[in-house]
């Protein structure tokens, strides 16, 4: 992070040139919701880092790229956080952001990239994409060489994202020889794929390096490359390079016209910059998209006598100030613009639709907020709910692993029967155990199937109740009988109702009629 002074206010790298400073400062601001009264002033349209203080953080989502700096030769130099790392790689400084696999582990003080034993591959990948055309990557090594000398590490280059078709599960489901689960997947080259893109510097315990620029349309094989018949649409470049049994700096510098490999062949004095070698220069071969690339590492320890390679750091640094470089650092940016461009209207909420418009743009962004911090915690609680099932199945595995080792007799170079008698015994005995639970338990549940037998032969109705059951039963009927019967004069009065209103209705039409005839007359 850049330095603070003493008003909080982030400091310019001597040399600094302010058109340049202008992405720098945006990421040595740390963006967050505080205190209501903040005044920022822009002069052409960029926050400049002292010209107001930031409120109180709140919620606050903390930039981590580094404030650029003016690199040797005059060139200004933004580091790239995400993509580095020195010694210690920890969740804490961006081990979620690598893929580590086979033998690959990050350990107290380093990466372990080879382990010190034979037939044993690793493999370490960086996860996000590094947006620039001119950047540089170096790294340290520290090795030590097998007797036969036939392990050997590459550093890879490529417009792909080797992590996003790379599936562990199915790799090891196929066999539990690694080595055939890589070449069912199609990883034959040096754990990737001979249809390659991009770049792959291959370090050869032979005191060798080799510089590989492929499109993709012709498979490499490790043959081709000792040979030197890796076709036409490729190119190639070799070196002689002691490098093994001791620690390497290697740097690598993208630009847009070439790409330069150096080395630093001597230690360098604690305090002091390393010294760096040309060791070859590749022109610009590329075919794929400039500014969008993946690096990572990968190697093979050997057949029979162990390559052990330990990495102990990763720098990244992007040279386009033009860039950020990294997703997140972009996206953390632009949701900090976000965030100034709200509170820099502070002072104009002065009506209540503007105060209400004020209340809808922060609800926004704090919501935006949960929602990435949620979505993180997902994705990290997913990961740690598949590593707890790996470590169970490793476990399994080191206890039948554990069993074996005790029943084999390495004198004799055979199993030892009695060891083996001794774990059928073993075996047997907690099968007995498990029987004599198992029918314990059954004889409690025979048990109480015959209470319960018991308590049903003893709740039998008896001749008093059978007599009061009958009693209700002969009421019911009679009740039904009498509801009959009543239903039954009920109808026959409606019936005598209705037939005495028609005798009263012929009545009185016959006398209607006779006083007729009557006037009439």
Sequence with gaps: ??????????????????????????????????????????????????????????????????????????????????????????????????????????????????????????????????????????????????????????????????????????????????????????????????????????????NQVTAVFSDGKEPITMEDLATGQTGKRTHVRKRNLDWTGRELQVKLRLRKNSLILQVVHDATPQGKDPKFSELMRLPNAGTWKRDENFFGFSGYSGISSALTLELLSVNTRNFNMQTVGEDDAIEEIEDGREWMKVLEQEKRYVSQASQKEAVVSLTKLLSDHV???????????????????????????????????????????KFDPDQVRQHIKRIGSILSKEDGGHSKKMEEVHSVAKGLKVQGQAKVISGEARAKVESVAEQAKSLELHAAAGSTQTSFSLLALVLAVAGLGLLFLNRMRYYEKKHYI
């Design 1 to 206: 992070p850049a330095p603070l002074g003493s008003a909080g206010r982030a400091r310019r790298p001597p040399g600094f040139g302010a058109g340049r400073a202008r992405h720098a400062e945006a990421a040595w601001l740390g963006f967050g919701l505080g205190r209501a009264a903040l005044a920022l002033r822009r002069k052409d349209g960029v926050s400049r880092a002292g010209e107001g203080s930031l409120a109180e953080m709140a919620p606050a989502v903390a930039l981590h790229a580094v404030a650029a700096a003016p690199a040797a030769g005059g060139d200004t130099v933004w580091k790239m956080t995400r993509h580095s790392f020195d010694r210690t790689l920890t969740y804490d400084n961006g081990l979620g952001f690598w893929l580590s696999s086979a033998g690959t582990m990050a350990l107290r003080n380093r990466v372990q990239l080879l382990p010190p034993v034979a037939d044993r591959y690793g493999i370490f990948w960086h996860k996000k994409v590094l947006h620039s055309d001119d950047f540089e990557v170096s790294f340290t090594i520290s090795s030590r060489a097998g007797q036969n000398q036939d392990g050997q590490f590459a550093f890879w280059l490529s417009p792909d994202n080797f992590t996003e078709t790379y599936d562990e599960q199915a790799i090891i489901s196929t066999s539990k020889n690694l080595t055939l689960g890589l070449q069912t997947a199609g990883l034959t080259l040096l754990a990737n794929r001979p249809t390659f893109r991009g770049l792959a510097v291959i370090f050869s315990q032979r």
């Design 371 to 413: 929602n990435r911090s949620t979505s993180f915690g997902e994705q990290l609680r997913a990961t740690l709910a598949k590593l707890e099932g790996r470590l169970d199945s490793l476990g399994g595995e080191f206890r039948t692993l554990v069993a074996e080792t005790q029943a084999f007799d390495f004198s004799q170079n």
